[in-house]
C-alpha cells in the first residue's frame, strides 16, 4: 500500500513585469542567488596555475627569473602564485561564481592561510547584503 504525503509552503506567486516572481511569507521577494564569475580573480588564478606549471617544468629556475621572464614585478607575482594553494573547493566555487563578494583579488593579495580547513573558515562567514551566508 502506498501513501501520498501532502506538504503545504505559505509562498504566494505574482506576476511583475512578465516575470513570475516567488513572494515568501514576509512579503519578501525570494530569488535563488545569482553567480557572480568575477573574471579578474578567474584570470589571476589562471595565470598563477601557468607560471606554476612553468616553474614545475624546469622552464624557469626561481620565481625571479620568472618574474624577469614575464616582466613584471616579483612581489606581485608571487602574490598571485600563492593562489595555487587555494583549497580545490574554494577555487571551484570561485570558477563557477559562487565566492563570497568581498572575495577578490585584491584580498587574496593579503594572504591567507595555507592550510585547507583554515581557508574554509577564514573565507565561508562573510556577510553578503547584511545576512551571514555560508559559501563552502
Given amino acids: 500500500m502506498s501513501a501520498s504525503i501532502t506538504v503545504r509552503v505559505p509562498v504566494t506567486i505574482r506576476q511583475r513585469g512578465g516575470r513570475r516572481l516567488v513572494v515568501a511569507p514576509d512579503g519578501a521577494p525570494w530569488s535563488p542567488p545569482k553567480a557572480r564569475i568575477d573574471n579578474t580573480l578567474v584570470k589571476a588564478l589562471a595565470r598563477a596555475h601557468r607560471w606554476k606549471k612553468m616553474l614545475d617544468d624546469g622552464r624557469y629556475g626561481s ?3 620568472l618574474a624577469a621572464g614575464e616582466k613584471l614585478d616579483r612581489g606581485y607575482l608571487g602574490k598571485i602564485l600563492m593562489l595555487t594553494l587555494l583549497a580545490p573547493d574554494i577555487v571551484e566555487a570561485i570558477m563557477d561564481g559562487r565566492q563570497p563578494a568581498e572575495l577578490g583579488v585584491h584580498v587574496l593579495r593579503e594572504g591567507f592561510p595555507v592550510e585547507w580547513g583554515e ?5 565561508a562567514h562573510c556577510h553578503f547584503h547584511g545576512r551571514n551566508v555560508n559559501y563552502f
Avoid: D
Fill in 119 to 123: 581557508q574554509r573558515t577564514a573565507f
Fill in 63 to 65: 620565481v625571479t627569473e
